[in-house]
T-cell receptor
Framework: KQEVTQIPAALSVPEGENLVLNCSFTDSAIYNLQWFRQDPGKGLTSLLLIQSSQREQTSGRLNASLDKSSGRSTLYIAASQPGDSATYLCAPSRGGANNLFFGTGTRLTVIP | GAVVSQHPSWVICKSGTSVKIECRSL??????MFWYRQFPKQSLMLMATSNEGSKATYEQGVEKDKFLINHASLTLSTLTVTSAHPEDSSFYIC????????????FGPGTRLTVT
């Protein structure tokens, strides 16, 4: 069964700092991997989707990389803002129509 | 991107009653939907896979007679928590993959269930 680990569990940074969130997964036979943010008591907002054949994906200040063979993905956030404060989840999938596997996420706090 | 809605967003019910939660894909068809449960400060755990026109597939440890799933159309799946107990209080979230375009998974806003 796929196990997902995210490090650190919590992170607090001053506004404007660049930061990296790490995700590792045990089964490298993935189809794609998504990064989400979850605000307290809310659902999930999709940030980036990386297909297994891709190495990275960018959206605005966010850049996600994928090293499938080593079972790792990173999410880079540039010039962090207080509005970025949330829990960030990475979730690999075995197939396009298959469920996602989640870790416990990284809780990010950006201090104004 | 695609939109998935859930209703209700929160519900409080008494122990022993049943609660139905709806999950709808608003602008795409979803032959498959997934139901997750999330306890406070924990990860999302898959409960079951909902398949349009056929029986749902439940994860190990999830009682199929307690959590009834019906996927009656290509845009609607329902989860009914029968004879709810306080330990069923949780955040229930559904998702649906957009299989036509990117295979990206879209999540509903979640339903907060509190059983008293």
């Amino acid at each position: 069964k796929q196990e997902v680990t995210q490090i650190p569990a919590a992170l607090s940074v001053p506004e404007g700092e660049n930061l990296v969130l790490n995700c590792s997964f045990t089964d490298s036979a993935i189809y794609n991997l998504q990064w989400f943010r979850q605000d307290p008591g809310k659902g999930l907002t999709s940030l980036l989707l990386i297909q297994s054949s891709q190495r990275e994906q960018t959206s605005g200040r966010l850049n996600a990389s994928l090293d499938k063979s080593s079972g790792r993905s990173t999410l880079y956030i540039a010039a962090s803002q207080p509005g970025d404060s949330a829990t960030y989840l990475c979730a690999p999938s075995r197939g396009g129509a298959n469920n996602l596997f989640f870790g416990t996420g990284t809780r990010l706090t950006v201090i104004p | 991107g695609a939109v998935v809605s859930q209703h209700p967003s929160w519900v409080i019910c008494k122990s022993g009653t049943s609660v139905k939660i709806e999950c709808r894909s608003l602008d795409f068809q979803a032959t498959t939907m997934f139901w997750y449960r999330q306890f406070p400060k924990q990860s999302l755990m898959l409960m079951a896979t909902s398949n349009e026109g056929s029986k749902a597939t439940y994860e190990q440890g999830v009682e199929k007679d307690k959590f009834l799933i019906n996927h009656a159309s290509l845009t609607l799946s329902t989860l009914t928590v029968t004879s709810a107990h306080p330990e069923d209080s949780s955040f229930y979230i559904c998702s649906a993959p957009d299989r036509v375009h990117s295979h990206e998974q879209y999540f509903g806003p979640g339903t907060r269930l509190t059983v008293t």
